[in-house]
């Protein structure tokens, strides 16, 4: 094993995609805003054809590394997100404000998406979408809360120091009004990368319900969704199923997850998501 190398600044790019509001509107538009960049030529990609074709040999002998792996996961971050909204059409419909199932109208956003769960209940589409869909949105998951581990090994990073710095004033805040301090071991910069994944997660749930909601309109106009999941070259469709393009050296994310993902492990802000199958 070699001497590590001193953690560089957190490449911009990295970490605008980790940022990026989560967003049924432009969840299909960030893959050609950043887009796809390989870790170790720079070079960038706005297909994932293209791009699976590059890597396949730039890739091959990579170190796997902390920049491979910021660089894979924010990839996968624009891959997947620009699936979802392949997926259920997101781009190419105006109204989203009519239930696809009870045709009933509604005001806006918010009230839509609370009646799309209560009327989805049991429904067999919704079975069907979430099934075909799961693995996108558990990869999604998966690469935004490793990128906030990985972003944590850049310690003097500017977001890093200004993240540290801010959380500190909220403690000494506190502390002045309190007289019991936090514990000791107490970290600042992990509880802040569990908070926004804790914020992501319902960000997601968000997302599923509008995704839903469009990919039904776009039922109703195609007879069919067109199975864009799995539509990829031959040679990456065996990896390709829920799993990255970027990597086959990763460990598997497994389908089995995210039924449910209003219950996201938090506890350490590392390992999978748990949940209970219904
Ligand atoms: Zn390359
Ligand atoms: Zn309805």
Excluded at 37 to 45: A, I
Excluded at 58 to 86: K, S
Excluded at 108 to 122: G, P, Q, S
Aim: overall charge negative; some cysteine.
């Amino acid at each position: 094993m070699q001497a590590m190398q001193p953690m560089k600044d957190i490449p911009p790019r990295i970490f605008e995609i980790w940022d990026a509001p989560v967003d049924i509107e432009t969840c299909g538009n960030l893959i050609t805003h950043h887009k796809l960049q390989c870790s170790t030529c720079d070079e960038k990609f706005e297909t994932e054809v293209q791009f699976a074709i590059h890597i396949d040999k730039c890739l091959q002998n990579a170190e796997r590394d902390t920049h491979y792996q910021i660089h894979m996961h924010a990839n996968r971050l624009l891959m997947f997100q620009h699936r979802v909204a392949l997926f259920c059409g997101a781009s190419h419909q105006d109204r989203f404000l009519q239930c696809g199932l009870c045709k009933e109208n509604f005001e806006n956003k918010e009230t839509i998406r609370k009646h799309i769960r209560i009327c989805a209940r049991d429904n067999a589409s919704y079975g069907a979408f979430i099934r075909k869909t799961r693995p996108l949105f558990s990869n999604m998951l998966s690469s935004y809360e490793q990128l906030g581990l990985l972003f944590q090994r850049y310690v003097m990073d500017d977001h890093i120091v200004d993240i540290r710095n801010r959380r500190r004033s909220v403690r000494l805040a506190k502390a002045d009004s309190s007289p019991v301090g936090r514990h000791l071991f107490f970290d600042e910069i992990s509880e802040h990368f569990i908070e926004q994944y804790r914020d992501y997660v319902f960000a997601i749930c968000g997302l599923i319900d509008d995704a839903f909601i469009r990919y039904l309109k776009k039922k109703e106009s195609e007879s069919e969704a067109a199975d864009v999941i799995y539509s990829l070259p031959k040679k990456r469709k065996r990896r390709a199923d829920g799993e990255s393009v970027d990597s086959d050296s990763e460990e598997d994310e497994d389908d089995d997850s995210e039924e449910e993902i209003e219950q996201p492990s938090t506890s350490s802000g590392r390992g999978r998501k748990r949940t209970t199958r219904r």
